[in-house]
Structure formats: C-alpha cells, structure tokens
C-alpha cells in the first residue's frame, strides 16, 4: 500500500508537470455535481423553463487524472457556504499570488469548489475579497497553463451565474476578451468552459448579449461549429447551443442579421438525440420566428417543421415547450406561413396536446389554436374537420382561467372568419350555450368579446334569413340563447358601465329580441350532417357551401 502511494504521488507530479506545460494532459470539463446554468427569462405567453447544462461523461485515464488533481486544493471544501470563512477566502487571494505555479492552482481550484457548493455558494464573498476575481481574470491569458485556464474559467462561469451585481464585476474586471481568445484555444474543454462563461454573460443584460453580439465571438463559435453534427461530442453540443441560444435570447429581440448565421447550425443539431441539446436548439428556434418574417421563412426554408412537430409528441415538457412557441410563432405570422404548418398534420398533434397534463402546454396549445381560427375559412375547416370545437367548449366551463381566455379566443376568432356552414356547425356544437355562460366572468374584456361573437353569430344566420325567408336559422339561434338564460342576462348588460359590454347588448336586444320582430322559435331540433334540422312547423334550407 505505502508502494502505491508512492507511485500515485510520482505520477500526480508528472501530471501536474504535464499541465504545467499546457499541452495533452489538461483536464476533461466540469464534473462536478454543481455548475452554473443559465438564467431563466420569460417570452411570448409562458415563462420559458430555462435548460440545466449537464457534462458527457470523460474517458477512464481522464477520470483518474480528475480524481487525482481534485485532492490538491488548499483545505477541505464542504456542502455548506457557512463553513467557509472570510479569513479562508483572504488568505486563497494571498496565495493567488504566490510564485509557486501548483499552489496557484490550487488556490484556484479551492475557490472553484467553494463557488461550487450546491446551496447558497458564497458568490459574492468571494467578489467582495479584493484582488481574487482580477487575478482569475489574469489567469485567462495564453501564457499560463491550460490547467490554470480552466479552472479559472470554470470558476468565473460560477460567479457570473450570479446576481447581475456579481456578474457585473467579472465583466469589469474585463473578462470578456480573454475568454473570446480562449475560444480559439486547442483544448475542448477550454474552448468549452469560455462558452459557458460568456454564455452566462449573455444572459445577464440585454446590454451584455448585445456587446456579445459586436464582438467576434459569435463567428468564432460558429467556425469551430463547422463540422459539429449528432454523433458529435455531447458536451461540445451542449455548450455551443447554449451559448448560441443565449445570444438570441431576450427582448428586444436582436437585429436578425447579427443572429442569422446561426440559423444552418441550429436547424442542422435539431437531429440531435440529447435532451439537452434539443431544448436549447428549440429555444433558438423559438427565438428566431418570434415576431421575426425573416427569421420564419428561414426556418420554414430549413425543411424542419416535420421535426419540430414531431416533438410535439415528446414526453419532457422541456422539449414540447419551446417546440409549441416555434410552431405557434409560424402559425400566427401570414396565411402562407400558417398553410405551410397546416399542411404537415400538426392539428390532429395539437388536438391530442389538449388533454395534456400541464396547465401550460394546454394554454400554449389553445393560443395555437386560437392562431389558427384567425385564419382563413379554410383554415377554420380543419379545426371543426378535427373536432377541435366541441372539445374546447367542453373544456370551456371547468378549465383554468388562462386556458379559458385563449379558449375564447379561439372561439371569436373562429366565428369572425366562418362562412355561414361554419356557423351553422358551431349553433349545432352549442357554441352560443358555451359563450352565453361567460356573461359571469371576472374579465369584462371576454364578456363583451362572448357578446360580440354572439352578435357576429346573430347577423350571420339574420342574413341568411333575409336571404331566404323559409330558413328557421336564426329562430333557433335565438331560442338556444333564451333557453339557457342568455337573453335574461343580456338585458341586464344594456346599461353595463363598461361601453362595449352596454352596446353589444343592446344591438342585440334591440336587432333580434325586439317586440316587433317576427319571434318565430323553434321548440326542439336535431342535427343531422353538420346541419340544423326544424323539427316543428318549419323546414330549414342549409346553405350550400361546404365546411
């Protein structure tokens, strides 16, 4: 056993000689349990769930090189930030210092792993100490050792994790420069390790991702990314589509030109398998099409919609997330771009995510739906083709109040682009039931929009009438409103003190409920094929034009 040490010790020398050297042995990537990760932001309708960065595993000699380096630390770092005292940290900034090359890198690995500690790590500590975050900065330079690179990479991309007022500091303390150098550096886990920190320094201001931005980084990053593809390594992939998807992240949004060249690689890693890499490729994609013509034809041009609306199928929510804003963002752009989506099948997906588990793909899902209600009559067809209506009004009376403001939505939109068959097949789906029970919704906004489209259904089947006297359409519309209790509620809005509310009830009150016009109801009807069928003392002609 004594031999063994001896022999570990001899080598753990060599090694660390070897490091010295900044040439093969330097180490393999972050292994330890704690990292930093990206900062969360919210876009479009959902706050997105931002991705946790994880490491590929290292290759066995790799692993024991790791082990044997992580024992050389100054002291013992334990799992909580109040064992680490003031004093401690002072004296690791002394040692920064110090002429000898390992207890430099020692003390930087001590301070790496304190601002590792998994709870309430002593970031700003370790910022307050004065001198350490400077002297990890000047450790970035080329001259010094790979190993003493990246642990003072690694250590940095922790702070800056932070709060801005930390995170602030490293970029003063001008790290910025020397870690784009280091994205050219020979090493992986180098070149990997500046990602992550200017990544995170990304997402701490707009300011800063824009910075970033004007600088040389972002084409750097893509030149190394020439080759990249699935069977890449893993933790290449994930920094890169990290620290590309920080880049495009955030409102505003950036001048697309300055992001446009990332589009072939993100539509290029979209084949990858890792979860990972998925989400944050997907975000990237959600941030180009968002609000964004150019960045939609790009994205349509890639030929991966199939892809994204495969994923739609996925079971992490992490991946259907960004997956429904891509897809929702083309759907709400112009008629083409929503045909172009449509015509892959993506209705029939969305109508399965609408009895999802989670709250937020459900409202994600309707707000897609409600896209494509505001679209064309033929686009309208192929939600009640899918049935999509009588399962939102189903949904209607019992869902969460977010998902019934874009069941609403849907609802409107659907019944201002309908032709008269439309209508008629949403009379038959109670839709004028459905809209009536929302007169007692705390949103006056989406009474008086369920007033309007109750008007808009009104004028409809009044026009049809006018048309074609025999038609009984509008006597049934009026008595499925009466018969639910609508019309009694209706007359109460007629002096509501929002403006609105007040004079869609009173048009229709006055325009269809009046003493003098003919009251013609009709008792009962069935449906048959979409259509209203009287029942009693009349005979309906449908229209002719087809759903």
């Given at each position: 056993e004594y031999i063994y040490k001896c022999i570990l010790s001899i080598n753990f020398k060599l090694i660390m000689s070897s490091f010295t050297d900044s040439i093969n042995n330097n180490t393999s990537g972050n292994t330890e349990n704690v990292e930093a990760t990206k900062n969360t932001s919210v876009t479009a309708k959902n706050g997105e769930s931002a991705?946790?960065?994880?490491?590929?595993?290292?290759?066995?000699?790799?692993?024991?090189?790791?082990?044997?380096?992580?024992?050389?630390?100054i002291f013992p770092v334990g799992l909580h930030?109040?064992?680490?005292?003031?004093?401690?940290?002072?004296?690791?900034?002394?040692r920064l210092n110090s002429e000898n090359q390992e207890e430099k890198i020692k003390s930087v690995r001590t301070i790496r792993k304190i601002l590792s500690i998994k709870v309430d790590p002593p970031i700003k500590k370790v910022v307050d100490c004065v001198g350490i975050v400077a002297k990890l900065v000047n450790f970035l330079s080329t001259t010094n050792p790979t190993i003493l690179q990246f642990e003072s990479l690694w250590a940095l991309t922790n702070v800056a994790s932070g709060e801005m007022e930390v995170c602030q500091a490293v970029i003063n303390a001008g790290v910025v420069p020397p870690a784009i150098q280091l994205l050219t550096s020979t090493h992986d886990e180098v070149r990997e390790q500046s990602m992550w920190l200017l990544s995170n320094v990304a997402a701490d201001t707009i300011a800063q991702r824009n910075n970033l931005l004007n600088t040389e980084a972002l084409s750097i990053v893509l030149k190394n990314s020439e080759n990249l593809n699935a069977d890449s390594k893993v933790t290449t992939l994930e920094r890169t589509c990290f620290f590309?998807?920080?880049?495009?992240?955030?409102?505003?949004?950036?001048?697309y030109s300055l992001i446009k060249p990332c589009v072939p690689l993100v539509t290029r890693l979209i084949h990858v398998i890792d979860e990972n890499v998925l989400i944050d490729v997907l975000w990237t994609l959600n941030y180009i099409t968002s609000e964004n013509d150019e960045g939609v034809k790009d994205i349509i041009d890639s030929n991966i919609i199939p892809k994204v609306i495969e994923l739609l199928t996925h079971p992490s929510n992490s991946i259907l997330t960004p997956a429904l804003r891509t897809i929702g963002n083309i759907i709400s752009g112009d008629d083409d771009q929503t045909a172009y989506v449509l015509q892959h099948n993506v209705v029939n997906v969305l109508c399965q995510l609408l009895d999802h588990h989670s709250k937020a793909i459900v409202k994600e899902t309707c707000w897609i739906m409600s896209n494509i209600a505001a679209g064309t009559p033929d686009q309208i067809g192929l939600l009640v083709s899918s049935n999509v209506f009588p399962k939102l009004l189903t949904m209607l009376p019992s869902a969460a109040v977010d998902v019934q403001k874009e069941i609403i939505w849907t609802l409107s939109n659907g019944i201002t682009g309908a032709t008269l068959s439309i209508i008629i097949y949403l009379i038959n789906q109670n839709v004028l039931e459905g809209l009536c029970g929302l007169f007692s919704f705390f949103d006056e906004k989406f009474v008086e929009m369920a007033l309007e489209s109750i008007s808009l259904v009104l004028k409809a089947v009044g026009d049809e009438v006018a048309v074609n006297p025999e038609s009984n359409l509008l006597a049934v519309a009026k008595s499925a409103i009466e018969n639910c209790g609508g019309l009694e509620q209706i007359n109460e809005f007629c002096n509501h003190e929002r403006i609105g509310i007040?004079?869609?009830?009173?048009e229709i009150t006055e325009t269809y409920f009046s003493n003098n016009v003919e009251d013609e109801i009709i008792l009962s009807h069935t449906i048959v094929d979409n259509e209203i069928i009287a029942t009693e003392n009349s005979t309906l002609l449908p229209p002719n034009d087809p759903v």
């Open positions: 991705a946790e960065v994880v490491t590929d595993t290292i290759s066995s000699i790799e692993r024991g090189m790791k082990n044997l380096m992580s024992e050389e630390v930030s109040s064992e680490i005292t003031t004093e401690q940290i002072e004296d690791l900034a002394v590309i998807s920080n880049l495009c992240r955030g409102k505003p949004q950036p001048p007040m004079n869609y009830a009173n």
